[in-house]
């Protein structure tokens, strides 16, 4: 049979179809004898191979690694960014190639999380939101721990000789963390970004309000009377709230901008209202992300009409359980505590 078309060179990839009577004109070859219309396109042109990658041929066609461009390549150099409830890792797409692991043929532990491809990475996300995608919660004592992997899709059958692919990843966040934010005078509300290296990241505030029902803070310069009530939220916001809940420790203050200061008064002890002061009243501790008591104002005899008060909190997991206890008279008793506590949260504002 004479063919009567130029010579096709097999040397890179195309793909051919078969074009149907309807999709050409009238004067079309298809029912011509010893004649075949194809089109013809570069397989190649369609992957989007970036600069860094080159189109290979590997049980299919894919985008692999140019020479120099495989670092990391025990992890298909995987990189992770965590903030809040969020997670977030990318992996290099030419080495999952070179590796026989097609993009789409990976997921998280759902199995309708799957990657989308980005300028030559695969980035697998998974949220607290509507896209928990499988990933577990845990605490190890120190930080709490959002953890997923990454699978590859198993073959049908009960054996298989094809590599699988079983990547575990976390979003760590501390439990406890030593913050400090001075105010002199200004009752504004203090915070504290942390953001630590290759871990997650939360913020938490320390607000003086006017009133009980905390709708009115303390904003700019501001003199407080002495007796006045006053009344104090601690938030941490970025993390979970229906999982995650903030206990306030101990409360104190001092005359000095010195959390560890000599003289001190205690408000708090031990997630309790000091029983010495009888103005204090621990309004809500351990029930979620926020945290409230209040107090009456004083000063120091004789060292300053200033005060600076601090707290020491730690985050807890809800689901182990009860995180503060009971202050009641007569109940208070002290539970057991699941985490163990290395170093301790203070945050400062001063009055």
């Known amino acids: ?3 009567h078309y130029g010579t096709v060179d097999f040397a890179h990839s195309y793909t051919c179809s078969l074009l149907t009577s309807s999709e050409l004109s009238s004067n079309s070859n298809v029912n011509v004898n010893g004649r075949w219309v194809f089109q013809v396109y570069n397989v190649c042109d369609t992957l989007n191979c970036t600069r860094n ?8 066609y894919g985008c692999g690694c140019l020479e120099g461009q495989r670092p990391n390549p025990e992890s298909f150099d995987a990189t992770e960014f965590c903030s809040s409830s969020t997670g977030t890792i990318s992996l290099s797409r030419c080495q999952l190639f070179e590796s026989y692991f097609p993009p789409e043929f990976l997921h998280l532990n759902h199995p309708n999380c799957t990657g989308t491809v980005e300028d030559g990475r695969v980035l697998f996300h998974f949220d607290n939101e509507d896209h928990i995608c499988g990933t577990t919660l845990s605490s190890n004592g120190t930080h709490f721990i959002y953890q997923n ?3 590859s899709k198993l073959p049908m059958g009960v054996i ?6 079983n990547i575990t990843f976390s979003c760590v966040y501390p439990l406890i963390q030593t913050l400090s934010m001075p105010k002199d005078i200004q ?4 915070v504290i970004s942390i953001d630590l290296p290759g871990q997650g990241t939360y913020q938490i505030y320390m607000i003086p309000y006017h009133d009980a029902q905390f709708t ?3 904003e700019g310069d501001v003199e407080v009377q002495v007796n006045q009530q006053m009344y104090v939220a601690v938030e941490v916001e970025g993390v979970d709230r229906s999982q995650i809940a903030t206990v306030l420790d101990n409360c104190w203050a001092t005359p000095v901008n010195d959390s560890e200061y000599q003289i001190r008064w205690n408000l708090i002890k031990r997630e309790c209202p000091n029983p010495e002061d009888g103005t204090v009243e621990v309004l809500q501790n351990g029930i979620d992300t926020t945290s409230r008591f209040s107090f009456r104002m004083f000063t120091f005899t004789g060292a300053s009409d200033h005060i600076f008060l601090h707290c020491k909190v730690h985050l807890c997991l809800v689901k182990n359980g009860r995180c503060a206890q009971s202050c009641n008279p007569g109940r208070r008793r002290r ?5 163990d506590f290395h170093h301790s949260a203070a945050i400062t504002i001063g009055l």
């Open 1 to 3: 049979m004479q063919a």
């Open 53 to 60: 990658e080159v189109c290979h041929f590997r049980d299919g």
């Open 149 to 151: 992997s990454i699978h």
């Open 160 to 165: 298989t000789r094809k590599r699988w692919m």
């Open 187 to 190: 009752a504004e509300q203090s």
């Open 216 to 218: 009115r803070p303390y």
């Open 335 to 339: 539970r057991h505590r699941s985490l």
